[in-house]
T-cell receptor, first 112, second 116 residues
């Protein structure tokens, strides 16, 4: 079955460490996205990529970095510069103009 | 600056009754809107959408209404079922016209509880 795989589902890191969240899709979608969800808030866009080797900042890109070396993969690095990294991170791809984004199952990152 | 707002954090309805979830937006340039449903610790799933050229779109038990002059949309679920209990997010697609359709601006979400 086609889909988006985010791994791991739960991730713990110590403060000051960089951490990379994986996102892989086998849907052959060109565009991919990273969103962040905090309790009681909607999803906010971190970064997106509409094509391989190209990506743009979203609304809250500070403290994050991404790469898009392959169509199938769009990893997100949460750097030590991100002041509040603990959150639920969602990767998505764009599949149908009328349906917006297709989301993975998410990774809950906890920084202690 | 919250461009898409869901002012009701929660809603509780009885099974079989109508659920009405509301959403307001501030940018009159938005021309496409979507509703997503989300369970805890899972990604949101698409529910229904509407273009600004329409004022209503229906899909089974779900109907979305758009009032452009009021910059307001609502999702009606009739009849509500216990399985509908989830968080519902309203979203605007600011780049819909340019094809960047996964770029969305979300509201804060409304938690719907449908009681048996």
């Amino acid at each position: 079955d086609g889909g988006i795989t985010q791994s791991p589902k739960y991730l713990f890191r110590k403060e000051g460490q960089n951490v990379t969240l994986s996102c892989e899709q086998n849907l052959n979608h060109d565009a991919m996205y990273w969103y962040r969800q905090d309790p009681g808030q909607g999803l906010r866009l971190i970064y997106y990529s509409q094509i391989v080797n190209d990506f743009q900042k979203g609304d809250i890109a500070e403290g994050y970095s991404v790469s898009r070396e392959k169509k199938e993969s769009f990893p997100l690095t949460v750097t030590s510069a991100q002041k509040n990294p603990t959150a639920f991170y969602l990767c998505a791809s764009s599949w149908d103009a009328k349906k917006g984004a297709f989301f993975g199952q998410g990774t809950r990152l906890t920084v202690v | 600056d919250q461009q898409v707002k869901q002012n009701s954090p929660s809603l509780s309805v009885q099974e079989g009754r109508i659920s009405i979830l509301n959403c307001d937006y501030t940018n009159s340039m938005f021309d496409y809107f979507l509703w997503y449903k989300k369970y805890p610790a899972e990604g949101p799933t698409f529910l229904i959408s509407i273009s600004s050229i329409k004022d209503k779109n229906e899909d089974g038990r779900f109907t979305v209404f758009l009032n452009k002059s009021a910059k307001h949309l609502s999702l009606h679920i009739v009849p509500s079922q216990p399985g509908d209990s989830a968080v519902y997010f309203c979203a605007a697609s600011p780049d819909y016209g340019s094809g960047n359709t996964g770029k969305l601006i979300f509201g804060q979400g409304t938690t719907l509880q449908v009681k048996p």
